[in-house]
């Protein structure tokens, strides 16, 4: 078990940040995960990467603050202080957020102020935001496994378990990971350009759940895959069986059901819809977790948009563990997704040489949110309207039809 940490340790900063001697790394994460990050930052030493900076939160002293202090007080705390992504971010740092999730933490907090206190992180991290959307810094984020975890998903404190799942999604247990992943995304990277030379104009999207949801897609849209010949070039999901674009964000029209809870700052959301006319999200409501739901859609103008259509076989190796992880990063990879709020630049042709005012014009959507949630089910159908007023099935059953 140590020896694959160790290795799953190093293909994070090799196989997916794709650092190499005399770069620099900024680490995020728990310190419920240290040992983990020491891993991280001793595999970095035996490369070469010396200077690295880390962020260790403490999440048990920053739920003290949201149960006993004040908005201003909170926001006021040097430990939820973030404006340090900025600095890093310009300094030339690649970013890895090793992701622990915590399900149901914050349930007895506040909805209303986790809320208006991520709306203020987000807003301190502007430049860090810019840097990432236009490609110019290495990002990553990954998973890794703590007992809270563990014993919510499993019934007991079996972390080892976690892990091991952790291992076989991830391909850690390969005797070599980034050959594997290369092999993997490069299928990936077939499918985004079958795409591509499809000339979609829209999508549309319908289940026995009632969802019911016409996308509209830019003119030059491109479909992407963590493998593309960008710049940085690094994978920055962990893992990833996704092709995803950016929707002309007036062009979505019609009723979407998710299809799995989703955890969003420590609460859960299940058994929600979203309704759209003309791209923007007009009525939604949630069985479970409506104050958070409704916290995302109304945190500024974007984030009543679509930024992201991803497309996820049904029967991907993520979904067919049948765990649900309650990790976005994992749980977005089991099932096709769309996200509330910021696209991305990549998505369009040339949009990385392009500014902001430009990409708007082209239909992207910009916002301080980008959650996803999840929509494929077992009965999913997507079809395909091209340019000349064909369509065709791109996937049935909830998994792409096969070419």
């Given at each position: 078990m140590d020896e694959l940490k160790r290795k799953y340790a190093r293909f994070l900063i090799e196989g997916c940040l794709k650092l190499k001697k005399g770069d620099k790394l900024f680490i995020i994460g728990y310190n419920l995960i240290e040992d983990f990050i020491h891993l991280v930052i001793e595999e970095a030493n035996k490369m070469g990467i010396t200077d690295i900076k880390t962020l260790i939160n403490d999440p048990f002293k920053q739920k003290e603050l949201y149960l006993s202090k004040s908005y201003e007080e909170i926001i006021s705390n040097p430990m939820m202080d973030r404006t340090m992504y900025n600095d890093m971010a310009k300094e030339g740092y690649a970013f890895l957020s090793l992701s622990s999730t915590l399900p149901h933490f914050y349930e007895d907090v506040d909805a209303s102020l986790l809320s208006k206190v991520s709306r203020y992180q987000q807003k301190s991290i502007s430049v860090y935001k810019e840097y990432q959307l236009k490609g110019l810094i290495k990002w990553n984020i990954s998973a890794v496994p703590n007992k809270i975890w563990?014993?919510?998903?499993?019934?007991?404190?079996?972390?080892?378990?976690?892990?091991?799942?952790?291992?076989?999604?991830?391909?850690?247990?390969?005797?070599?990971?980034?050959?594997?992943?290369?092999?993997?995304?490069?299928?990936?990277?077939?499918?985004?350009?079958?795409?591509?030379?499809?000339?979609?104009?829209?999508?549309?999207?319908?289940?026995?759940?009632?969802?019911?949801?016409?996308?509209?897609?830019?003119?030059?849209?491109?479909?992407?895959?963590?493998?593309?010949?960008?710049?940085?070039?690094?994978?920055?999901?962990?893992?990833?069986?996704?092709?995803?674009?950016s929707p002309d964000r007036f062009r979505v029209n019609g009723k979407v059901y998710s299809s799995k809870p989703l955890l969003h700052n420590g609460s859960i959301i299940e058994n929600f819809w979203l309704e759209f006319q003309d791209g923007k999200i007009v009525q939604y409501g949630a069985e479970v977790g409506y104050e958070t739901l409704k916290g995302i859609i109304e945190t500024d103008e974007g984030s009543h948009y679509l930024g992201e259509v991803a497309l996820v076989d049904y029967n991907s190796p993520i979904s067919l563990t049948n765990v649900l992880?309650?990790?976005?990063?994992?749980?977005?990879?089991?099932?096709?997704?769309?996200?509330?709020?910021?696209?991305?630049?990549?998505?369009?042709?040339?949009?990385?040489k392009k500014t902001k005012e430009e990409l708007q014009e082209l239909g992207l959507n910009f916002s301080q949110e980008h959650v996803d949630f999840f929509v494929g089910t077992s009965d999913l159908e997507i079809k395909a309207v091209l340019q000349n007023g064909e369509e065709t099935v791109i996937m049935k059953e909830g998994n792409f039809v096969e070419v």
């Open positions: 563990a014993k919510d998903l499993f019934l007991e404190e079996n972390e080892e378990r976690l892990w091991n799942l952790i291992f076989d999604i991830c391909l850690i247990k390969e005797e070599n990971p980034i050959l594997a992943w290369t092999e993997k995304l490069n299928k990936l990277k077939a499918r985004a350009h079958y795409l591509n030379e499809m000339n979609i104009d829209h999508l549309i999207y319908r289940n026995s759940l009632g969802t019911d949801l016409e996308i509209g897609l830019p003119k030059n849209y491109l479909f992407c895959s963590a493998l593309e010949d960008t710049e940085n070039g690094n994978i920055v999901n962990m893992p990833t069986e996704e092709v995803f674009t992880f309650k990790n976005t990063l994992y749980d977005e990879n089991a099932s096709c997704h769309f996200a509330i709020g910021q696209s991305f630049g990549e998505c369009i042709l040339d949009g990385l």
